[in-house]
């Protein structure tokens, strides 16, 4: 009788899931009563694409991905009903490519088309949320959803984001997903104060603004899940839970469940709530969950009409359709997430900083993907290995334990091997791209192109070694770009740089390498001066080629070292003038008007774990004291060098921690290079490193910072806007993600600072901004990783090196539009170097080889970045155009602004259609859900214009005109 039931069980799964219609999405979605309150158990596993295990252990290892995809699968087809949701893209495409069952192979594809199996988020992995920058989660969402689409077509599209487990939660995200085409966003981690004060006023879900500037299209429905996203107490029926649900036990299970029920429909607003059924690798055994939850849906269904309450498998999509379906007003949220804190004095913001080494890495990643990219898009290549393998390094990289520091230290090394392994690739590709580009005539020639990885440690073989080379500048922007380039040398003159695009010898200077930077361990290059030269011009999406040559030595130097009286350095802007007594900067003069600015590094003690603390780890930051001390001990020791192209200071503030101020030519910006390491812990105590910057600007507790690199967010100190704030820990507390940008400004003045990476920072007191550069540990905090954040080289604490743009100027200046255009140019697309050893004279290169190109003919407007450029598969082009400003930025600038994708290329557009951000779904046929806000919540700072922005009509008639206005982003796929 058994095997009889089974088999019909069995057939009736086989005839619905044979059905060719599919039913993915919301056709999919189980039929509610909206009489009765109803439980949506939402089936899931988190899977870490890394944390305390490799990926690829994860994947291949003891109760690894694999095993838990598979039995899912096979679970799903036992019932119909049953349901699950898959959100690493990474892991499922991993699976897909390796497999060889092709009959499992088409089971997947049979529960997704009648919903079952339901793709959630989509993105390659789950991004971290703090650090990351907005250009690779657009493209580890965009890659996740092509991998998608290329196996399920449309009901591959993902509807809904799922943000479980990242650390605090950004505005720009909200934003970023709504143009997705998401209907709503789910997420787990909530600081615990606002968590009490949304579940005690019924607004743990809302509608959250993510735009000031792109009206209701940037609106997003997000809610806040009660339990994280495991299981409530009780109903977890994993292996490593005792639980279950038998004959036995299934009255008191459906009591406890109801209970459970009840009490969170006093936190939500609708019928309907949603649990996660699920926790971090969870369905190892996916029978065991099934089956109880089998038993546990049957019972409470038996006594609904007794109890008012229903249960269900569902989606978290599903679960946001009854929502919608139930015509509700719901409260709206305008700031962001940020910082969280799970404990009363256990904020989650020393990972803006963990790792700063790994967190430039993946910005240098980014630089060279877009690189990559943008040749193989121009030279119509179409997509490659070697691309779609830094395709997916970097989409590796976003993970919220990855980027975060928040791994273990093997991991960290795993996710840096991963990483460069995929870069060298894209290198080769790019050589050969390059080749081509620069072939003028027919040669079987040995041309290499290759890039000196480490001369941000100011090393380069190729520049020590050769008395002759080429170096190939590449500008990744769409506009012309000017750099000052930096090459180690091994002598202090006799070096003649030629444009080789003009034939002009260009003027060079010598600086000293300090020091510090010749001390790092992991230094192999001997060079002891970096010879500097300006490279004016660089075409957008192109490059211009220089050829340096060893002349002899020659009795002129054009470096000039300083005397101690002599150290205020200037350029046509700015000056920038040092204390006498402790050799730190004193003020900074904006043509000719003086701020008093003090820059110094500076270090917090770590706080270690006592009774009801928790110490500072990779996660958490807890300074004990709240007070940083100085670095030096005595005064800094500087010394200073001046020439044609750049003045600059070096500072010693000990033998762990240096600087370099510097001042180029017609800069409107102050650059501070900053040293630190190995951070000593030899007295048992850790040490978290900032750069902080002290002003008389009267700041009223109030200061900006970015989000993800986009929009920028008002701060104030000791203040949350959603609850009242009870501030224990007044450094950590105020910490925010800096991204790109943090400044300061009264009615007078305006002080900001760019980064180079992401770091955590803030505005601890009125007048002052700091930023955390670097951080070495002694204990761990407790959160899962079990090692301490001590990173190691050669024996000894890690070294990080990294550089700080300072723009000081009235507010009614352009310093926001300067922000936003040395963000771009200097930390996150500046130009890349590639270099070609040569016995070639500049004549004979010049009369051999291509020495200058354009992807493009014409600069896009000043206020327009071409955000993406790239290859698709069947050989057109994905475009994306963003207006860089905000509606306030600057009166010119903040203007809209046209051009034409015509007019960008010499070869003939056929056809251009306009897409979902994702690129996933043409726009036109995009329709989000609407929702209904409170009337209280109308009409709050952020709401004087919730219109969206105008999008043309993209058509041959104007040669595919495209207006932008501020913050907008628009996404094209080209045919040519």
């Known amino acids: 009788m058994r095997m009889k039931l089974t088999f019909i069980i069995f057939l009736s799964a086989l005839i619905v899931l044979g059905n060719s219609d599919p039913h993915c999405g919301y056709e999919a979605c189980p039929k509610i ?19 305390v295990r490799t990926v690829d252990d994860y994947y291949y290892g003891g109760n690894g991905v694999r095993g838990i995809f598979e039995g899912v699968v096979n679970e799903l087809m036992i019932n119909e009903t049953r349901k699950f949701i898959w959100v690493e893209t990474a892991y499922f495409w991993k699976w897909w490519s390796e497999t060889k069952k092709d009959d499992l192979k088409e089971n997947v594809k049979k529960l997704v088309a009648n919903g079952q199996l339901e793709l959630t988020g989509g993105a390659w992995s789950m991004n971290d949320e703090a650090v990351n920058h907005y250009q690779s989660t657009i493209d580890q969402f965009t890659w996740g959803f092509r991998r998608l689409s290329d196996v399920f077509g449309d009901c591959g599209r993902p509807h809904v984001g799922w943000q479980i487990d990242p650390f605090g939660h950004s505005r720009e995200t909200a934003s970023l997903m709504a143009q997705l085409g998401f209907d709503g966003l789910f997420f787990g ?62 009255k008191e299970k459906v009591v406890k469940f109801v209970q459970i029920a009840k009490r969170q429909a006093d936190m939500y607003r609708s019928n309907n709530v949603i649990w996660t059924m699920g926790a971090d690798f969870a369905y190892t055994v996916a029978k065991r969950w099934y089956s109880n939850l089998d038993v546990l849906i049957r019972h409470v269904n038996e006594v609904s009409h007794k109890t008012g309450v229903a249960v269900a498998y569902s989606t978290p999509s599903c679960y946001l359709q009854a929502l919608n379906a139930e015509n509700r007003t719901w409260p709206v949220k305008e700031d962001d997430f940020f910082p969280y804190a799970s404990e009363k004095h256990t904020y989650w913001t020393g990972y803006f900083t963990s790792r700063p080494n790994l967190k430039k890495f993946e910005r240098d990643g980014n630089n060279l993907l877009q690189v990559c990219k943008q040749m193989h898009a121009i030279t119509s290549s179409g997509e490659s290995d070697d691309l779609n393998s830094l395709r997916e390094a970097m989409c590796i990289l976003q993970h919220h334990d990855a980027i975060t520091g928040t791994e273990k230290q093997h991991v960290a090394d795993d996710y840096a091997h991963i990483l460069s392994r995929a870069i ?25 192109f290759s890039r000196c990885p480490t001369l941000n440690q100011s090393e380069c073989s190729v520049s020590e070694e050769s008395n002759t080379f080429v170096v190939t500048i590449y500008n990744p922007l769409a506009k012309k770009v000017n750099k000052f380039v930096r090459l180690p040398a091994p002598r202090d003159n006799g070096f003649t740089v030629t444009d080789l695009s003009t034939g002009k010898t260009l003027q060079v200077q010598f600086v000293p390498i300090p020091r510090s930077v010749e001390a790092i361990p992991v230094r192999l290059g001997k060079a002891k001066h970096e010879l500097i030269f300006e490279a004016v011009d660089l075409p957008p999406l192109g490059f211009k080629s220089f050829h340096v040559s060893y002349q002899g ?58 009774l009801g603390l928790r110490a500072s780890g990779a996660y958490i930051f807890r300074p004990d004291p709240n007070t940083p001390f100085a670095i030096a001990t005595d005064k800094v020791k500087i010394n200073s060098y001046k020439g044609p192209h750049v003045e600059e200071v070096h500072q010693v503030f000990s033998d762990w921690a240096s600087q370099i101020v510097r001042l180029y030519k017609g800069a409107s910006h102050v ?40 929009e920028y967010l008002n701060r104030t100190r000791n203040f949350r806007e959603t609850w009242q704030a009870d501030i224990l820990e007044p450094v950590a507390a105020n910490y925010y993600p800096i991204t790109s940008a943090i400044s300061i400004e009264d009615e007078e003045t305006k002080l900001a600072v760019l980064t180079d990476r992401a770091q955590g920072g803030g ?35 890690m070294f990080a090196r990294g ?59 000043e206020n327009v970045h071409l955000l993406t450029l790239e290859p698709r598969k069947d050989g057109k082009i994905l475009l994306r155009f963003e207006h860089i400003m905000e509606k306030s930025d600057d009166l010119r600038l903040s203007r809209a602004s046209e051009f034409s994708i015509q007019d960008l290329f010499e070869a003939k557009v056929q056809k251009v259609t306009e897409m979902t951000l994702g690129a996933n779904q043409i726009l036109s046929s995009s329709r989000r859900f609407k929702w209904n806000e409170d009337k209280f919540t109308s009409g709050t700072k952020n709401d004087q214009d919730r219109t969206a922005p105008e999008r043309n009509v993209i058509q041959s008639s104007d040669n595919f005109k495209v207006i932008l206005y501020p913050m907008q982003i628009r996404t094209f796929v080209v045919e040519f």
């Open 33 to 51: 009563d909206p009489k009765l309150f109803t439980v949506h158990l939402v089936p899931h596993t988190h899977d870490d694409v890394g944390w």
């Open 189 to 250: 981690r909530l600081d615990r104060d606002d968590k009490a004060h949304r579940t005690e006023t019924k607004t743990m879900e809302m509608i959250w603004r993510g735009s000031k500037n792109l009206g209701e299209e940037s609106d997003l429905f997000t809610g806040a899940l009660s339990e994280g996203y495991t299981a409530p107490r009780g109903f977890c029926f994993d292996i490593y839970c005792p639980e279950h649900v038998s004959e036995d036990n299934y």
């Open 424 to 448: 060298s690739r894209c290198d080769t590709s790019t050589s050969q791209l390059l080749k081509l580009l620069t072939k003028k005539v027919d040669s079987q020639d040995t041309l290499i």
């Open 553 to 610: 030595r020659s009795r002129r130097r054009v470096l000039r070292d300083t005397n101690k009286q002599e150290t205020d350095i200037s350029n046509e802007i700015l000056t920038i003038s040092f204390d006498d007594e402790s050799h730190l900067i004193e003020s900074i003069s904006v043509n000719g008007k003086k701020t008093k600015l003090t820059q110094e590094l500076m270090f917090y003690k770590s706080g270690k774990a006592s």
């Open 671 to 710: 650059e501070v290079e900053w040293l630190v390491g190995p951070i000593p812990t030899d007295d048992h105590v850790g040490k978290e490193v900032i750069s902080r910057f002290t002003t008389k600007i009267d700041s009223k507790r109030n200061f900006v910072t970015d989000s993800n690199s986009r």
């Open 763 to 797: 505005s601890i007191a009125d007048g002052t901004l700091e930023l955390m550069v670097h951080r070495r540990l002694v204990n761990d905090d407790n959160y899962g990783v079990s090692e301490v954040l001590n990173e190691r080289q050669m024996g000894v604490g």
């Open 803 to 861: 550089r700080h743009l300072v723009l000081v100027g009235s507010p009614t200046s352009n310093v926001t539009a300067q922000e936003r255009t040395l963000v771009q140019q200097e930390m996150v697309l500046p130009p890349v170097l590639y270099f070609s050893p040569t016995t070639l004279s500049a004549e004979e290169w010049k009369a051999k080889y291509q020495t200058e190109f354009s992807g493009v003919k014409m600069e896009l407007p």
